[in-house]
C-alpha cells in the first residue's frame, strides 16, 4: 500500500523558514516523479514545486521561486520543500504526491498518490 506521510508544518512569523519533508512507502521511490501543493481556505489547490525522479528537473510556481527549493534523497524516500522569506499569503495546508514517471509532472490532476497534508501558518 503506497503511503506519503508529510511532516514539518507549524507556525512561522513572516519572514521566516520552514522545512517540509514528505516519506513514501509502498513505492520505487526512484522510480517516482514528486510534487508539492497546498491548499489555502477557499481557494482550490494550487501547484507548488516538483522534481523528477533523479532531481535533475525541477519546476516552481512563480509565487515561490527564489524562496523555496525542492529536493528529494531517494536513498530516504523523502522530498523536501525548503522554504524560506516567508509571507502570509504562504498559509495553507500543503501536501506531496507522487506519480510513477521518470519525468517532471506539473497537473495536480497527474498525480496518483497524496499525503494527508500539513499545515502552514506565516504570522504577520
Known amino acids: 500500500q503506497v503511503q506519503l506521510v508529510e511532516s514539518g508544518g507549524g507556525l512561522v512569523q513572516t519572514g521566516g523558514s520552514l522545512r517540509l519533508s514528505c516519506t513514501a512507502s509502498?513505492?520505487?521511490?526512484?522510480?517516482?516523479?514528486m510534487g508539492w501543493f497546498r491548499q489555502a481556505p477557499g481557494k482550490e489547490r494550487e501547484f507548488v514545486a516538483a522534481t523528477s525522479w533523479s532531481g535533475g528537473s525541477l519546476h516552481y510556481a512563480e509565487s515561490v521561486k527564489g524562496r523555496f527549493t525542492i529536493s528529494r534523497d531517494n536513498a530516504k524516500n523523502t522530498v523536501y520543500l525548503q522554504m524560506n522569506s516567508l509571507k502570509p499569503e504562504d498559509t495553507a495546508v500543503y501536501y506531496c504526491?507522487?506519480?510513477?514517471?521518470?519525468?517532471?509532472?506539473?497537473?495536480?490532476?497527474?498525480?496518483?498518490?497524496w499525503g494527508q497534508g500539513t499545515q502552514v501558518t506565516v504570522s504577520s
Open positions: 504526491a507522487g506519480r510513477f514517471s521518470l519525468g517532471i509532472v506539473i497537473g495536480r490532476d497527474d498525480y496518483q498518490y
Open positions: 509502498g513505492v520505487t521511490f526512484k522510480s517516482y516523479a
